[in-house]
């Protein structure tokens, strides 16, 4: 069966793709290079959106990787929200089928039809109905039940004001236009999407080379410790991606520091003697390959 475009979601895309290209170069022949309080404001409204992604949407609500308590959770709910990546519910169902599914047709962004199509065009199709079993335990929470019924409106009031907000605090609307809104969201959809398709082509299969996922340290810091991918589809309810300590994971570290001062109350770790037996067999394998 043919699967048909959803064009809300096409025309947002290319919309604030097209309006980012010309209003950043009207601004930047017009005014040069923002000021350091929209520059300060932009990395900070990145990292926060990109971290609650991987950190909430990811690890928490996806896979229960750990335990948040309601402060954490609501400041990651938010600036979750912020990212425009739809609400939590369909976001963790399409993550849920990926990963039951993964490489394979019932997979929503599968790598084998393409890198464009795992990075970015498969948002550009209506989405299957969502099946309430794959998330039956988020269905259960009333504020996200809320979240994804009044998804649209809260994510784009929510960031024009802010944005908006924050440029006439600093002296120039215009910029918090264009940096605080277009191109933060610009940035936080590429790093994201980079996880399905660059974390599905371009580094190492340490721990299970049946599947696509790969891992790759440069994607890791483009995503906030995402990039450690073929052990996150292993082991996909460990908190962690990266599991040296000098992996670049500040989710990860945002956890663990979060539990030692009460935030978590407790986290998903894989034993490390099952990590290595795992790599250990991988190893023999590709031998015998």
């Given at each position: 069966m043919e699967k048909k475009i959803d064009w809300t979601v096409f025309l947002f895309i290319l919309g604030y793709h097209v309006l980012l290209i010309v209003f950043l170069q009207?601004?930047?022949?017009?005014?040069?290079?923002?000021?350091?309080?929209?520059?300060?404001?932009?990395?900070?409204?990145?990292?926060?959106t990109g971290i609650s992604i991987t950190a909430g949407y990811h690890?928490?609500?996806?896979?229960?990787?750990y335990r948040a308590n309601k402060l954490l959770e609501s400041i990651l709910l938010f600036f979750g929200t912020l990212a425009?990546?739809?609400?939590?519910?369909?976001w963790a169902h399409g993550h849920r089928l990926h990963h039951s599914h993964v490489d394979t047709e019932k997979d929503p962004y599968c790598i084998k039809k393409g890198?464009?199509?795992?990075?970015?065009?498969?948002?550009?199709?209506?989405?299957?109905?969502?099946?309430?079993?794959?998330?039956?335990?988020?269905y259960q929470k009333k504020y996200l039940r809320f979240q994804h019924k009044y998804y649209n409106l809260l994510a784009?009031?929510?960031?024009?004001?802010?944005?908006?907000?924050?440029?006439?605090?600093f002296g120039d609307v215009f910029g918090g236009f264009v940096f605080l809104l277009l191109f933060r969201i610009f940035a936080t959809h590429h790093t994201t999407w980079f996880i399905n398709s660059?974390?599905?082509?371009?580094?190492?299969?340490?721990?299970?080379?049946?599947?696509?996922?790969?891992?790759?340290?440069?994607?890791a810091l483009l995503t906030f410790?995402?990039?450690?991918?073929?052990?996150?589809?292993?082991?996909?309810?460990d908190y962690r991606n990266g599991i040296k300590w000098y992996h670049f994971d500040p989710t990860k570290w945002l956890i663990w520091i979060?539990?030692?001062?009460?935030?978590v109350k407790g986290y998903s770790k894989v034993n490390n003697k099952i990590i290595y037996e795992r790599i250990k067999s991988e190893e023999k394998l590709h031998v015998l390959h």
């Open positions: 009207i601004y930047i022949f017009s005014k040069g290079l923002p000021s350091k309080e929209i520059l300060y404001s932009f990395l900070i409204l990145f990292i926060a690890r928490f609500y996806s896979h229960k990787s425009l990546q739809g609400s939590v519910i369909s890198f464009l199509f795992a990075h970015v065009v498969w948002l550009f199709y209506l989405p299957e109905p969502i099946k309430k079993e794959v998330v039956s335990d988020l784009v009031s929510l960031n024009v004001f802010l944005a908006l907000s924050l440029g006439f605090l660059l974390a599905h082509t371009w580094g190492k299969q340490s721990f299970s080379k049946e599947l696509s996922a790969v891992d790759n340290y440069i994607i410790g995402e990039g450690y991918h073929n052990f996150h589809h292993t082991f996909p309810t979060s539990s030692k001062i009460g935030l």
